[in-house]
């Protein structure tokens, strides 16, 4: 079984900053892309930042230049770096971790975190 664990959300007004972490436990063979995805109330979720195990970044147009993915291998965990945060950052961040577990063979699934609030006042 597979955990992933955030911490970091809160509130801020605009311009500022926080930093969200996400580490993964369990039964883990290997970790390949992680990234953070939001969910705004009553909007679709959608990707934020996906960072592969080689270091291969991706952004959704509206945060580059202000956020920042990054991983720590060893630590199975996955941070993203907020600055300048707009009121429309606000929503509910998750973790998303392709993680390959392996009992009899190797098994590939998608595993979420609880997701983490962020608010951003203008």
């Known amino acids: 079984q597979v955990q992933l664990v955030e911490s970091g959300g809160g509130s801020v007004q605009a311009g500022g900053s926080l930093r969200l972490s996400c580490t993964a436990s369990g039964s883990i063979f290997s970790i390949n892309a992680m990234g953070w995805y939001r969910q705004a109330p009553g909007k679709q979720r959608e990707l934020v930042a996906t960072?592969?195990?080689?270091?291969?970044?991706n952004y959704r147009e509206s945060v580059k230049g202000r956020f920042t993915i990054s991983r720590d291998n060893a630590k199975n965990t996955v941070y993203l770096q907020m600055n300048s945060l707009k009121p429309e950052d606000t929503a509910v961040y998750y973790c998303?971790?392709?993680?390959?577990?392996?009992?009899?063979?190797?098994?590939?699934?998608?595993?979420w975190g609880q997701g983490t609030q962020v608010t951003v006042s203008s």
């Open positions: 960072i592969t195990s080689g270091g291969s970044v």
């Open positions: 998303n971790g392709v993680i390959v577990t392996y009992y009899t063979h190797p098994v590939e699934s998608d595993y």
